[in-house]
C-alpha cells in the first residue's frame, strides 16, 4: 500500500475515533449522572445569550395553565427558535419533553411568555439530608413571592424535571404538578454555600465540536458544579436526552 493511502486511511480512522468519543448522549431527558455513566467528566460549555424559561401560551385559557408548553429557550428572540428544548411534552404534534425543536416543527415561531414570577429551578428534599442528592426530585418552580406557600412550596403547574414516584402512581418528567398530587404544596430545599434555593447554573456539551450550542449538543443542569471548571458531574440533571434526535 501506498504511504499517501496509508495516511489517508489512518487520517480517517482517528477522525472516526474522535466522532465516537464525542457522540451525543444515550441518556434519557430528566435523568441524573451516575459514577458509572459515560458521559462524567465531558466539558460544559455557558449556554447563548438569552437562555431563559419560558412558556408558549397555546390559547386554551389565558395565562399560564397546565396546557401550555414550557421551553428552555435558547435565545435572545421572543419566539420559539431552532434547538428550543421543550421541557414538556408538545402533545398534540406527538412531540416529547426533551425534544429539541427543529425548524420544521410545528411550534416553530410560536410567541413566548416568561414563565410567571421568579422562576427558580429547586429540588425536593425526600431524604431529609442537608444536601441536593440523587433521590431529589427538581423542578421548574414558580416562585410566588415572600411570605406565600409557594416561595417555600411546590405549587399547581410547577414542571417535574425528575420522574416523581408516590402513591403508587409514576408522574414522568416533563409532566406539571397538579392540585392533590403527592408532591403538591411539599417543601422544597435550599442548596449550596449561604443555603441558596436555586440549581444552576445549565452547560452544554459540543457534541459536534463546532464551538457553538446546536441539535446535537447534551444539555445539563450543572449542579452541583464540576471542578475546577463546568464539567458533567454526579448529581448533574439532563435536560436534554436520546429522544430529541
Known amino acids: ?76 428572540a421572543t419566539t420559539v427558535t431552532a434547538n428550543d428544548i421543550r421541557l414538556t411534552s408538545f402533545a398534540d404534534a406527538g412531540f416529547a ?27 425536593l428534599n425526600i431524604d431529609g439530608s442537608v444536601n441536593y442528592d440523587l433521590n431529589d426530585p427538581v423542578y421548574v418552580h414558580q416562585n410566588t413571592g415572600p411570605g406565600t406557600p409557594g416561595a417555600f412550596a411546590t405549587v399547581t403547574n410547577d414542571v417535574r424535571l425528575t420522574e416523581v414516584q408516590g402513591y403508587g402512581q409514576v408522574y414522568a418528567a416533563g409532566t406539571k404538578v397538579h392540585d392533590f398530587e403527592p408532591d403538591h404544596n411539599k417543601i422544597l430545599g435550599l442548596v449550596g454555600v449561604g443555603r441558596t ?18 441539535g446535537p449538543d447534551d444539555v445539563y443542569l450543572n449542579f452541583p458544579t464540576g471542578v475546577p471548571a463546568m464539567t458533567v458531574t454526579v448529581n448533574n440533571l439532563r435536560l436534554s436526552g436520546n429522544q430529541s434526535r
Open 1 to 76: 500500500m501506498k504511504k499517501s493511502m496509508k495516511t489517508a486511511l489512518l487520517a480517517v480512522s482517528t477522525l472516526l475515533l474522535i466522532l465516537n468519543s464525542a457522540c451525543a448522549s444515550d441518556y434519557s431527558f430528566g435523568t441524573k449522572v451516575l459514577a458509572t455513566d459515560s458521559d462524567i467528566g465531558k466539558p460544559l460549555f455557558v449556554m447563548p445569550a438569552g437562555t431563559s424559561i419560558a412558556y408558549w401560551d397555546t390559547g386554551v385559557v389565558p395565562g399560564y395553565d397546565d396546557t401550555d408548553v414550557v421551553y428552555l429557550h435558547t435565545s435572545l
Open 197 to 214: 434555593p436555586a440549581l444552576g447554573p445549565i452547560g452544554f456539551f459540543d457534541v459536534n465540536g463546532n464551538g457553538l450550542y446546536d
Open 97 to 123: 419533553a426533551g425534544s429539541k425543536v427543529k425548524a420544521t416543527d410545528n411550534d416553530i415561531g410560536m410567541p413566548l411568555t416568561p414563565l410567571p414570577n421568579a422562576i427558580q429551578i429547586r429540588y
